[in-house]
Nanobody, 122 residues
């Protein structure tokens, strides 16, 4: 399966962005999905995850209450709605999917998108 992330950009602190991750070459409802991010000079970190059915989600403490992960299996797309953005949210955001289980560990994900840059100015 191939993943294409989109929706990144430059936004002022307090603003919002909605990232999308479109899947092709496979049916997204066969996979749990997650979003990760990597800031310059830092390791990739978990942001949010969602089960295949979409009924259960998980978030990093740093984004809880501000970000929402969702999925539309009919459109083969996973979303990350980001509200209340802060300069420390600046990073390249990656979507990923896995065909077994779900969770926060990046090494358990099987397929990755190319990343989309999010820059939050103060």
């Amino acid at each position: 399966v191939q993943l294409q992330a989109s929706g990144g950009g430059l936004v002022q602190a307090g603003g919002s962005l909605r990232l999308g991750c479109a899947a092709s070459g496979g049916t997204l409802d066969n996979y749990a999905a997650g979003w990760f991010r990597q800031a310059p000079g830092k390791e990739r970190e978990f942001v949010a995850a969602i089960r295949r059915s979409g009924g259960t989600t998980a978030y990093a403490d740093s984004v809880k209450g501000r970000f929402t992960i969702s999925r539309d299996n009919a459109k083969n797309t996973v979303y990350l709605q980001m509200n209340g953005l802060r300069p420390e949210d600046t990073a390249v955001y990656y979507c990923a999917v896995r065909d077994r289980g779900w969770g926060q560990l990046a090494h358990n994900y099987d397929y990755w998108g190319q990343g989309t840059q999010v820059t939050v100015s103060s």
